[in-house]
Structures are given as C-alpha cells and as structure tokens.
T-cell receptor, first 112, second 113 residues
Framework: EAGVAQSPRYKIIEKRQSVAFWCNPI?????LYWYQQILGQGPKLLIQ????????DSQLPKDRFSAERLKGVDSTLKIQPAKLEDSAVYLC??????????FGPGTRLTVT | GQQLNQSPQSMFIQEGEDVSMNCTSS?????WLWYKQDPGEGPVLLIA?????ELTSNGRLTAQFGITRKDSFLNISASIPSDVGIYFC?????????????FGQGTELSVKP
C-alpha cells in the first residue's frame, strides 16, 4: 500500500513570496491533516479535512495560509505572502476509520 | 491550551542498553500514539494505545497507557544503532472526537555502538 505522498520535498523562497505544497493521502483515507513542525518541536496541526470539508482550522493563520481539498483526495496548502517565521517542515497526514495518523515525508520550507 | 510534557529531551546511551521515556498531560486523553522520526522524514507510527492500563508491544518496543489517562510510557529494550532518532508521543483528548492529536516536544535518542 502506497504511503502519503508530498511534493516538493524542499523549497527555498524569499519573504513575501508565495508557495504551495501538495499532498496525496493513502488511498481510501477520508481524513487529511496538515501540520507545521518547527525545528526542535513536535508537529502542530494547521488544518484537518474530512473528505472535502474542513473539520478544524483553528490554528491556521488565515491571513496568509489557505488550504483546499476540492475532490476529497489530494490537498494543497498555500502560503501568501511568506514570512521568515514560516520556515519549517510542513507535514501531511491521513487517517482512515481510526485515530491512527500516517505521515508523509514532509516539505522543508526555508524563507530567506 | 493543552500541553504534553515529554521527558527526557535527549538521551545518550550505549548499544544494548534499555531506554525509557514518558509523556504527561494536564488533561485526560483517550488515545496515545508513539511515533519515531528520522532526519528529513515524517514521523512513523510505532504503537497506538486506546485503553487505560493497556500495555502493547511492537518488537523491542513496549508502550503503556497510564491508569490516570494523563500519561504514557515507551520502553525500548536492547537498543541498537538504528533506534537513533526523535521519538514523539501524541495524545487525543477525551472531549475532542475529531481526531486532533497533540504532540510532545520529542525525545532525541543517540545510541553509541
């Protein structure tokens, strides 16, 4: 069974530029999560989708971050405009019927 | 907000030694998950716990769901060099049925051959 796929793996941008990340969850998983992991910390949830609906986006900085999952499968996370403090690893995870979440390899973003 | 305190922050051990790490919470959890993260990779699920008092093993790894529902423990027996990495606990709160996980800060494990 294929795992969670993410791209790109690495991205370097200048502050005030925009960037987008893509995630393809495990086949059949209805729930998709985006996390931000700052160096030396555990992942922090940004947004959770159930199929193509948002379940929780309470910690998403909505003035600059947006996410969508239009067909209930793939998802994109966008940052516009980026700030220096957005430098982090962005992790996508998915889950099926249970609470076990499976993570992709992440996208390492560096904002200069 | 909810916080998970994971300890120790880092460990330096000799190959073959046993390792213990734990997480404590200020509130009750109904699910505990333990993950391992290698450099440049996403966290990999090791063990999932769903009942207070539950003790579950996965090879040389054993994890327990604390009776109070506010803590969990992970033990690694007879450590080997490939155990090196960062171990995270994650809990799901009783009142939050959406599956939102709260992560600890991680325990970085170094194993000396």
């Amino acid at each position: 069974e294929a795992g969670v796929a993410q791209s790109p793996r690495y991205k370097i941008i200048e502050k005030r530029q925009s960037v987008a990340f893509w995630c393809n969850p495990i086949s059949g998983h209805a729930t998709l999560y985006w996390y931000q992991q700052i160096l030396g910390q555990g992942p922090k949830l940004l947004i959770q989708f159930q199929n193509n609906g948002v379940v929780d986006d309470s910690q998403l900085p909505k003035d600059r971050f947006s996410a969508e999952r239009l067909k209930g499968v793939d998802s994109t996370l966008k940052i516009q405009p980026a700030k220096l403090e957005d430098s982090a690893v962005y992790l996508c995870a998915s889950s099926g019927d249970g609470y076990e979440q499976y993570f992709g390899p992440g996208t390492r973003l560096t904002v200069t | 907000g909810q916080q998970l305190n994971q300890s120790p922050q880092s460990m330096f051990i000799q190959e073959g030694e046993d390792v213990s790490m734990n997480c404590t919470s200020s509130s009750i959890f109904n699910t505990w998950l333990w993950y391992k993260q290698d450099p440049g990779e996403g966290p990999v699920l090791l063990i999932a716990l769903y009942k207070a008092g539950e003790l579950t093993s996965n090879g040389r790894l054993t994890a327990q769901f604390g009776i109070t529902r506010k803590d969990s423990f992970l033990n690694i027996s007879a450590s080997i060099p490939s155990d090196v990495g960062i171990y995270f606990c994650a809990g799901q709160a009783l009142y939050n049925q959406g599956g939102k996980l709260i992560f600890g800060q991680g325990t970085e494990l170094s194993v000396k051959p």
